[in-house]
């Protein structure tokens, strides 16, 4: 078994088990309210891929989190992306139907439901997080608690959120767009990579590299799915396409076109790929990191269409 197999074997097993961590996470729901019971239910059987939960929960067993802490810390982080798919999803932010291949959870059980579902993801969604922190000592747990502060409330993932809200009348600029989504994607996938190390026995090294990683690896997230949004049917993106525009979102393709948009893609992703060669220790040590490598998602087309 190479290199790659071995990784692949490993993402697998992690992610059937915080696959199970996240169907039962949450807890009995028999004696929930039964709108929201149902609402929750539907969220917790469509996890999508738990590629942040799988890679928090390897990262935390290479920097020596014990493996409960881990599976909590992953499965905490994962509660909290899904909490903010759901409210992505509203008519007051990007009014989208559609999320995994399947109607978005307030079309389905309605705003008010859906907004007590999200609060139940992120009211257990931190206490996760906690528990993953409590094998922390003071220090390091002190820190943990100042960094998920920063990378999920005014100046992080909220923050940056309201800034997509904006109101973007004019033209948008690449740095204004790069910055909301260091911000809206980046700091989410900070909490991912950093948090873990944070925890467990990452160097202050290890720290600063895997924190310019998750800044890459987040722009050129978003970067693609700028491109998705404009040029993907709802059937291959998962979700609904062409939000941005329609609403006058921020969005690289908008802001640059379409051409620049995918070049921008494709160097940032080299940039990530040389910043995760440069961290301590073997390639091996950190092949749970090639999760969130983000693949090129246009390669048919010679040069893409104008947007007008």
Known sequence: M??????QRRARCANALMAGSFAHGVGRLDRVEPKLAAALRDVLSRPGSLVRAVTAYLIGLAMGMNEESAR????GIEYLHTASLIFDDFPSM?????????????????EAVATLAALAMINRGYALLWQGIQQAGLSRAMMAGSWIDSKLGVDGLIGGQAWDLHGWDGPQ?????SEIAARKTG???????VLPAIVGNGTRREIQLLDRLALLRGLAYQAADDLKDVYSADTISGKT???????????????????????????????GDRVQKSLPGTERRWGMLNLLRVPMPVTDFERLPAVV
Do not use: F, Y
Not at 72 to 75: E, N, R, V
Not at 173 to 177: D, F, L, Y
Not at 251 to 266: I, Q, S, W, Y
């Open 173 to 177: 600029s690449a740095a204004e767009v």
């Open 187 to 193: 700091d989410l996938l900070k909490l991912t990579i």
């Open 2 to 7: 190479n290199r790659n197999q071995e990784w």
């Open 72 to 75: 909590a810390l992953g499965c």
């Open 241 to 271: 396409s062409g939000r941005d525009r329609m609403l006058g979102r921020p969005n690289l393709v908008m802001a640059e076109g379409g051409d620049a948009a995918l070049e921008r893609c494709d160097r940032l992703i080299a940039m």
């Open 94 to 110: 990007d009014d989208s139907r559609l999320r995994r291949g399947a109607s978005s959870l307030h079309i389905t059980h309605g």
